[in-house]
T-cell receptor, first 113, second 112 residues
Framework: DGGITQSPKYLFRKEGQNVTLSCEQNLNHDAMYWYRQDPGQGLRLIYYSQIVNDFQKGDIAEGYSVSREKKESFPLTVTSAQKNPTAFYLC????????????FGDGTRLSIL | GQQLNQSPQSMFIQEGEDVSMNCTSSSIFNTWLWYKQDPGEGPVLLIALYKAGELTSNGRLTAQFGITRKDSFLNISASIPSDVGIYFCAGDSGGGADGLTFGKGTHLIIQP
């Protein structure tokens, strides 16, 4: 079945450590997105990518980095510069940029040790 | 950035009741989407609306794209226990490939 796979489901980070969240899609979608979700809040955009080897900052990119070396993969690194990383992270994709709808993975919950 | 006001924030209803929630914006959107999220899961698309005035149904769910393009509502008829969850509206202004603007969600709780 086609879909978006995020891993791991749960992740723990120590102080000063970088961690990488995986997002893979087999939908042949061009555009991919990373969102952060905090309790009682809507989703906020971290980074997005319209095409391979291209990505743009979203509203809350500070302390995060991404890469898009392959169409199907869009990993997110939460760096030690992100002082409040505890959140639920959601990856999404859409067939082409600026076209809806976006479809979401099942998320990764990141916590601080 | 753009903001969406989604209301109500939470709803406590009896099984079998109808539900109505809405989103309003100060900006015009070209697309409205409604998602449902279960605890610990990603949002699942319920209905997508692409034209002002459009009224679309998906089973017991009905959503409308407001004529002004600044609002949308979602109705659920004859609620059942599996309708419990958080419902999000999202809008796309079409101004760039930079994702959606999300409301803060409506938490639906159903009492049997």
């Amino acid at each position: 079945d086609g879909g978006i796979t995020q891993s791991p489901k749960y992740l723990f980070r120590k102080e000063g450590q970088n961690v990488t969240l995986s997002c893979e899609q087999n939908l042949n979608h061009d555009a991919m997105y990373w969102y952060r979700q905090d309790p009682g809040q809507g989703l906020r955009l971290i980074y997005y990518s319209q095409i391979v080897n291209d990505f743009q900052k979203g509203d809350i990119a500070e302390g995060y980095s991404v890469s898009r070396e392959k169409k199907e993969s869009f990993p997110l690194t939460v760096t030690s510069a992100q002082k409040n990383p505890t959140a639920f992270y959601l990856c999404a994709s859409s067939l082409v940029p600026n076209r809806q709808p976006q479809h979401f993975g099942d998320g990764t919950r990141l916590s601080i040790l | 950035g753009q903001q969406l006001n989604q209301s109500p924030q939470s709803m406590f209803i009896q099984e079998g009741e109808d539900v109505s929630m809405n989103c309003t914006s100060s900006s015009i959107f070209n697309t409205w989407l409604w998602y449902k999220q279960d605890p610990g899961e990603g949002p699942v698309l319920l209905i997508a609306l692409y034209k002002a005035g459009e009224l679309t149904s998906n089973g017991r769910l009905t959503a409308q794209f407001g004529i002004t393009r600044k609002d949308s509502f979602l109705n659920i008829s004859a609620s059942i226990p599996s309708d419990v969850g958080i419902y999000f509206c999202a809008g796309d202004s079409g101004g760039g490939a930079d994702g959606l603007t999300f409301g803060k969600g409506t938490h639906l709780i159903i009492q049997p």
